[in-house]
Nanobody, 116 residues
Framework: QVTLVESGGGLVQPGGSLTLSCEVSADISSIHIMGWHRQTPEKQRELIAGITGGGQKRYADSVKGRFTISRDTAKNTLYLQMSDLKPEDTAVYYC??????????WGQGTQVTVSS
């Protein structure tokens, strides 16, 4: 069992910035892929950013140029830096880990609300 705990969500104005953190109860360097997903009541959970064990990153088109995924292996922590936030970014954001062998783990989610 791998435990993921997100933090850093909150209320931010459009155009603002916010950084989410995900503390992982495992060596994140041993995890095949880590990522961030988001979900609203109206839309299924979608992948917005991912990072491989080799440090390769990819982003959904909706967040390219605005969001940055990163990790701190010493702290076993994954980050999502979000800039130029828009109302449509409002969602519950989930940290995810995909292990070699097929195991998938999710955090509990953290709410991000972008509103004036």
């Amino acid at each position: 069992q791998v435990t993921l705990v997100e933090s850093g969500g909150g209320l931010v104005q459009p155009g603002g910035s916010l950084t989410l953190s995900c503390e992982v109860s495992a060596d994140i360097s041993s995890i095949h892929i880590m990522g961030w997903h988001r979900q609203t009541p109206e839309k299924q959970r979608e992948l917005i950013a991912g990072i491989t064990g080799g440090g390769q990153k990819r982003y959904a088109d909706s967040v390219k140029g605005r969001f940055t995924i990163s990790r701190d292996t010493a702290k076993n922590t994954l980050y999502l830096q979000m800039s130029d936030l828009k109302p449509e970014d409002t969602a519950v954001y989930y940290c995810n880990a995909f292990q070699i062998g097929g195991s998938i783990y999710w955090g509990q989610g953290t709410q991000v609300t972008v509103s004036s």
